[in-house]
């Protein structure tokens, strides 16, 4: 059976127009008939709901500021003509002790090593061929690494201390931060940021011949500017979303300064009760 559904947009603001659109499906061949059946025993929506508001103080879609940066990482003029691309996988530590201002006593807990074997496996099991494992000089970070090495085997695992935890930009909505770095209580560390930025995150070098895999181990503020930085998303909304503990974020380059993220916080791998981000 065919329906019409419609759909109808109120004029929301003075930039956004009125528009009204009417899709043909076919539940029964599109959702089957039990998926038909629950659609038609849906309430009615809430969209009178919207008279109640301000509609001159409802946002609207907006567009980037600034056009896409094709030479962001300085590499344009030497792009490789092999078409190949870098796969970086950004994994953040697993669950760690808190209560401590110690940095080597911030080890993993029992969950936090679960959670770095959870990933380890995912990996293994993935059946790519990394070519590259990073780590963080953090205790969380190198303890995470050492046990998903365990499933990966690699024989050399490189360790970069400008990949340490660190407040890489003032967020907006910048809230109780700005009184915590007047007050010196927090330090802005956006220059060493950018530098470990840009040593990770760029396009395959002219040489590249093959697809490469690359894992970073390392912290959740570094992968979130990491994110913003490399799909020129203002710096800072870096603090604007949240990554759970051993979750994985998948970052594409391409050859011709493409960006892609494949997937942010992935945590399939890991059970829903074992989950966790503080």
Known sequence: MHIFIKLAATTIGVACTTAS?????????RYGVLFAANIAQTPNDNSNDLIKLDQQSLSCPIRSSERWNWNWDGRHQDMNKTRVVRHI?????????TKTKIENEKQLTELGNEQADWAG?????SNISFTRLVQSGLIRAIQTATIINKHLRFNKVEQDID???GFPFLPEPAGRFI????????????????????????RPFPNQT???HELIICHANVIRYFVCRALQIPADAWLRFNLFHCSITHLVCTFDGRVICYG????GHIPQERRSYV
């Open 210 to 212: 093959e697809d490469s």
């Open 89 to 97: 996988y950004l994994i953040r530590h697993g669950q760690y002790q």
């Open 179 to 202: 009184d915590d770095i007047a007050k010196g209580r927090l330090e802005l560390e956006t220059e060493r940021m950018e530098r470990v930025f840009h040593r990770y995150i760029h």
């Open 264 to 267: 942010i916080g992935d945590v």
């Open 163 to 165: 990949l340490n935890e």
């Open 21 to 29: 659109a009417y899709f043909l499906v076919d539940e029964k061949k």
């Open 121 to 125: 496996r995912a990996l293994a099991e």
